[in-house]
């Protein structure tokens, strides 16, 4: 299968990572607008490029748009009507369903998918969600290339916009850095900090993600009423942590619904 990515950015550049680490079969291609784009990914994934627009869509079995979502309008005005069906699968966030099949409609058959930039590892997570009308088997082309780099979940649209905002892991880098500041304020030097704070974070989660437990119960088990976890997670929901969190889920639906 041809894969053809329409952008040659960041996320573009995590997904072919995590695909060269599953050792895809696909021929992938990419098409950006800036030359040295294009040449560090041909330089760094060995992967085809392809300078002009409409060169590159012909090529296609499977399109991506990983463009910025104020970057997708214009992308497809660009783009040459396709007059043969093809499968395209938008990674821009927070552009609709109904935006994109308005602006490059039939015969071009339209999915959304939500990669994480940490898939250049094997560990991202992507949601996938499709319109009521894709055929069973486009909707598991989907799946399985995205599957090929990390587990799929699919989702509603309704929900899409909720679920990108709270899993981007944004959340975990902004989360150790203040850990490991406030232990660096409390006397550890920065490596000891970093992974004391990243055990804390990334280790039991894991421990959640792998075991059996429910999260209620690793809470208690961890925050011993009177102990000291109970003590500092008492501190930190008293000065504002799961409200400045809301805050910032709240700011990023704004704007996903402005990018809409």
Not at 111 to 125: F, I, Q, T, V, W
Not at 233 to 242: C, D, I, L, S
Request: charged share 20%; net charge positive.
């Amino acid at each position: 299968m041809k894969v053809v990515f329409l952008g040659g950015g960041r996320i573009t550049s995590a997904i072919l990572a995590g695909l060269r680490l599953s050792k895809t079969k696909h021929r992938l291609i990419v098409h950006d607008r800036n030359p040295g784009k294009l040449r560090s990914l041909n330089k760094s994934y060995a992967v085809h490029v392809e300078p002009d627009l409409r060169g590159a869509v012909a090529k296609a079995d499977l399109l991506l748009i990983a463009v910025r979502p104020s970057s997708v309008a214009s992308l497809l005005r660009a783009t040459e009507k396709v007059k043969r069906p093809l499968l395209a699968v938008s990674v821009a966030a927070g552009v609709p369903l109904r935006t994109l099949a308005k602006a490059l409609g039939p015969p071009v058959r339209w999915a959304r998918a939500m990669p994480s930039p940490a898939c250049r590892s094997g560990r991202g997570l992507t949601a996938v969600t499709f319109p009521r009308t894709l055929p069973k088997s486009d909707r598991q082309r989907v799946h399985e290339f995205f599957a090929s780099f990390g587990p799929v979940v699919e989702i509603s649209e309704s929900k899409f916009d909720a679920f990108t905002v709270t899993y981007s892991c944004s959340h975990g880098y902004h989360a150790l850095a203040a850990l490991a500041e406030a232990a660096q304020q409390a006397g550890l030097d920065r490596n000891t900090a970093l992974l004391a704070s990243a055990h804390a974070l990334a280790d039991g989660i894991l421990a959640w993600r792998e075991g059996n437990h429910s999260l209620e119960a690793l809470l208690a088990e961890a925050a011993t009423p009177g102990g000291i976890a109970a003590a500092a997670g008492a501190a930190m929901h008293a000065a504002g942590y799961r409200r400045a969190i809301g805050k910032g889920i709240a700011a990023g639906l704004r704007k996903l619904r402005a990018n809409a």
